[in-house]
């Protein structure tokens, strides 16, 4: 990186990430396929993680067809079981949405001594600081 600390990145949770990986990667794919929000960053993180590309693939194609498997028999079999499941359905995905978005907002918010809108107004100044960054200086004639 050019910036250690950028935006969305710092140095010490690339390091927490790679450590991360080397210990739990492999089911952290695996689970990060049920989980909603998690599974979209997980391999994002486990590159940046320098996770190795075999291992990556490995375990991403196991947790893929568990995922496809699981969910079809899991319909299957519950679609058979419950009556009127199809009623069912939107509060329970509803939960299941709020359970995996609930841990990182619970930590960002305990990590943060300051106020959520404090915390809200500093992102947002990074992100105008890291956006006009990109743009050329007035100063060149």
């Known amino acids: 990186f050019r910036r250690p600390d950028s935006l969305l990145f710092k140095q010490e949770n690339l390091i927490k990430a790679e ?5 739990h ?5 695996i689970l990060a396929r ?12 486990a590159g940046i993680g320098h996770m190795k590309h075999s291992t990556f693939m490995f375990y991403n194609f196991w947790g893929g067809t568990l995922w496809v498997f699981g969910l079809s028999f899991a319909g299957y079999f519950l679609g058979n079981l419950i009556p009127d ?10 939960g ?4 995996s978005v609930a ?7 305990k ?31």
Request: net charge positive; glycine share 2%.
């Open 96 to 99: 299941i949405i709020l359970l």
């Open 19 to 23: 450590e991360f990986y080397e210990k």
């Open 103 to 109: 841990p990182p907002i619970i930590h960002l918010y």
């Open 25 to 29: 990667g492999g089911k952290a794919l």
């Open 34 to 45: 049920f989980m909603p929000v998690v599974r979209t960053f997980v391999p994002i993180v």
């Open 111 to 141: 990590e943060s001594k300051k106020s959520p809108w404090d915390h809200a107004r500093e992102v947002f100044a990074k992100v105008k600081y890291y956006l006009l960054s990109f743009l050329p200086s007035r100063d060149q004639d």
């Open 85 to 94: 499941v199809d009623k069912y359905l939107l509060p329970i995905i509803l």
